[in-house]
Nanobody, 124 residues
């Protein structure tokens, strides 16, 4: 079965950094667009970053300049380097996968597979 497993979350202070990882299995990783999303309690799931099959990366304005996504197709892994963390970054962070269909998706609904999420808590 398809599995996406996030790791790397934790409790940090404002201004600190974290590096999230998502290891995928059961899918042809190189043919899937990968997304990072986050969801805070009581809020809608929010787009964070899209890692395209070509290697290009698109970021939400809220994290641009602070977060850096990357993908390593040889390891079936995507990463999210999170710098200058703010309390408003507190959320459960999810990775998601979708077989590339000729379009790129910046909302949660089109994605086929999701990980369990990893909690990121940023204290002030």
């Amino acid at each position: 079965q398809v599995q996406l497993v996030e790791s790397g979350g934790g409790l940090v202070q404002a201004g600190d950094s974290l590096r999230l990882s998502c290891v995928a299995s059961g899918l042809l990783f190189s043919n899937n667009a990968m997304g990072w999303f986050r969801q805070a309690p009581g809020k809608e799931r929010e787009f964070v970053a899209l890692l395209k099959v070509s290697g290009g990366i698109y970021y939400a304005d809220s994290v641009k300049g602070r977060f850096t996504g990357s993908r390593d197709n040889a390891k079936n892994t995507v990463y999210l380097q999170m710098n200058s963390l703010k309390p408003e970054d507190t959320a459960v962070y999810y990775c998601a996968a979708r077989v590339h269909d000729g379009r790129y998706h910046y909302t949660a609904a089109p994605y086929d597979f999701w990980g369990q999420g990893t909690q990121v808590t940023v204290s002030s």
